[in-house]
């Protein structure tokens, strides 16, 4: 399949949704699907007109890992080629791009993939979402991004006990450890993911895409760096458009229209 069949894109009013379609395998990762990813995100980038990135999963799941029968077929030592090839570029051109990413999470999220989901900036799960850490259950270490970002978000200790023991957590489970903002009934989730992205499309996407370079930076960086990354990025928000349109909807008592400029 093609990097166009493997990942589909889907754009309406501001949003790109990226669909991971290998459902036969629960949109296992291989070559395609990084490629695709990566693809979209890049088409994110350069288009002002997109303003919000969805990553959704076809079927049952949303990313059950790396596709091991792919895996096999490479030799051992070149798995450091892999992960520098395929999960790198992917996760951290998530990481830079100046727009927001949800994951909207269904079914099993593992491995890589439960990887991807963190390196969303929000993620909304249903009630059928499991998160399978997956990397010392087959003897490895984590990769694509888990040990950057899963320390941050549900703690060193909690990570460190997830991840060495491995198992599993359900969708309550996450929203209580924080892996994800919100759980909604399976029938609910695209409604819900797509109430979401909404939202942040109509948001000013300029000041967004700050916020989310600040908040970043600034969880692994020492205060007075933070603080002058601050003074520096506002005055870059305070130069768009909508920042005036922002002051003068406050001003009016009305919703502001932000244009993403």
């Known amino acids: 399949m093609c990097l166009e069949e493997v990942v589909l894109q ?101 491995g890589a993939g439960m990887s991807l989901a963190l390196a969303a900036d929000l993620r909304v799960a249903s009630t059928s979402a499991r998160f399978v850490y997956g990397f010392s259950g087959i003897g490895l270490a984590p990769d694509s991004g888990a040990s950057y970002y899963l320390p941050r978000i549900i703690g060193v200790a909690r990570a460190l006990e997830f991840s060495m023991l491995g198992g599993s957590v359900n969708a309550e489970q996450a929203l209580a450890l924080g892996l994800v903002s919100k759980v909604v009934p399976d029938d609910a989730l695209m409604a819900e993911t797509d109430t979401l992205a909404r939202r942040l499309a109509a948001g000013p996407t300029v000041a967004l895409g700050l916020t989310k370079r600040a908040m970043y930076e600034g969880a692994t960086g020492a205060l007075t760096d933070a603080l002058e990354r601050e003074a520096l990025y506002q005055q870059l928000a305070s130069e768009t458009q909508d920042f005036k349109e922002g002051v003068k909807a406050f001003l009016e008592k009305r919703v502001p229209d932000y244009k993403g400029c």
């Open 10 to 110: 889907e754009y309406k009013e501001g949003v790109l949704t990226l669909w991971l379609n290998r459902p036969e395998v629960l949109n296992a990762f291989n070559r395609e699907l990084a490629s695709g990813l990566v693809q979209g995100i890049r088409r994110a980038v350069a288009d002002a007109q997109i303003r919000v990135v969805v990553i959704r999963g076809k079927g049952r799941g949303f990313c059950s890992g790396q596709d091991l029968s792919v895996a096999l077929d490479e030799r051992a030592g070149r798995i450091r080629d892999i992960v520098r090839e395929m999960y790198n570029p992917l996760i951290q051109a998530m990481r830079d791009l100046p727009k927001p990413i949800i994951a909207s999470i269904g079914g099993v999220a593992a």
